[in-house]
C-alpha cells in the first residue's frame, strides 16, 4: 500500500456490510476511513485494518462532511464514499409513530444527502459514490411503508446526484438488495418462518450475505467503472 493506493470513506463501517467492505477494500490495496457511531465495534475495526476511524452520527451532515475533509487532509486524496448507514422499521403507516418515521427518514435518507453534499464540496477531481437502497423501495412489501419511502428517496437522490455532478467527474450509484443477514436483520433472519418467507421472494433461492452485497459496492467504488453512473 502506497501513497497512489485510493482512499475510500466508509460511513457506517462497523455495520454488517460496511465492516465487510472495509476488510474487502483493505485486501483490495485500498486505504480506508472507518465511521460509524458504534464506538466499540468501530475502535475493533480500526485495529484490525490499521486505520484511525472517526467517530460521529452520520445524520450530522456537517460531521460527514468533517469526515470527508479529514480523509482528504489526512491521505492527500478521497477516491470514494460508501454510505452504509440504515435502520429496518418493519410498521404498517397507522403503527409507525411520528418520532419513527423521522428517525427513518434522518438515518436512511438524511445521511445519504448529507454524503451527497459532502462528496460534492470535497472530491473536486471527482470519484464515486455509493448508497444504499432497498429492494423494497420498488416492490410493494407489506409492513415496510417507511423504510419504502426513506429508500425509494435514495434512489431519486443517487439519479438526479449522477445528473447534476456527472461534469465534476463524480460518479453515484445505489445497489438495493433484498433481505441480507446482518446484525441489522437478526430478527426476521432468526425466525425460520420469516426467514423463509423472504426466501421464497428471492429468485436465486437464498438470502442475501453481507459480502454480496460488498462486493457490488466494492465494484462500483473502483475507477475501473468510470463510465457507471
Known amino acids: 500500500m502506497n501513497d497512489n493506493s485510493p482512499v475510500f470513506l466508509i460511513l457506517g463501517a462497523s455495520g454488517g456490510i460496511g465492516s465487510v467492505l472495509a476488510h474487502r477494500l483493505v485486501r483490495g490495496g ?6 460509524g457511531r458504534a464506538s466499540d465495534r468501530l ?25 470527508a475533509r479529514n480523509a482528504l487532509e489526512r491521505h492527500g486524496r478521497l477516491d470514494g464514499i460508501a454510505n452504509c448507514v440504515g435502520s429496518l422499521l ?56 417507511a423504510i419504502a419511502a426513506a429508500k425509494a428517496g435514495v434512489i431519486g437522490l443517487t439519479l438526479s446526484s449522477a445528473a447534476t455532478y456527472a461534469a465534476q ?21 432468526a425466525s425460520e418462518t420469516a ?18 452485497v460488498a462486493a457490488m459496492i466494492a465494484w462500483l467504488l473502483d475507477p475501473a467503472q468510470s463510465w457507471i453512473t
Open 30 to 35: 485500498a486505504r480506508v476511513v472507518p465511521a
Open 43 to 67: 475502535s475493533a475495526l480500526g485495529a484490525d485494518l490499521a486505520a484511525e476511524p472517526i467517530e460521529l452520527d452520520a445524520r450530522d451532515t456537517a460531521a460527514v462532511e468533517a469526515a
Open 90 to 145: 418493519l410498521k404498517p403507516a397507522h403503527l409507525t409513530t411520528d418520532a419513527e418515521w423521522s428517525e427513518t427518514l434522518a438515518l436512511n435518507l438524511g445521511s445519504a444527502f448529507g454524503t451527497v453534499r459532502a462528496a460534492a464540496k470535497t472530491m473536486k477531481s471527482g470519484g464515486s459514490v455509493v448508497l444504499v437502497s432497498s429492494a423494497a423501495a420498488r416492490l410493494g412489501l407489506a409492513m415496510h411503508e
Open 169 to 189: 467527474g463524480l460518479r453515484f450509484n445505489a445497489v438495493a438488495p433484498g433481505l441480507v443477514r446482518s446484525p441489522l436483520t437478526a430478527k426476521i433472519t
Open 195 to 212: 426467514a423463509a418467507a423472504s426466501t421464497a421472494l428471492h429468485a436465486l433461492g437464498r438470502l442475501g450475505e453481507p459480502d454480496d
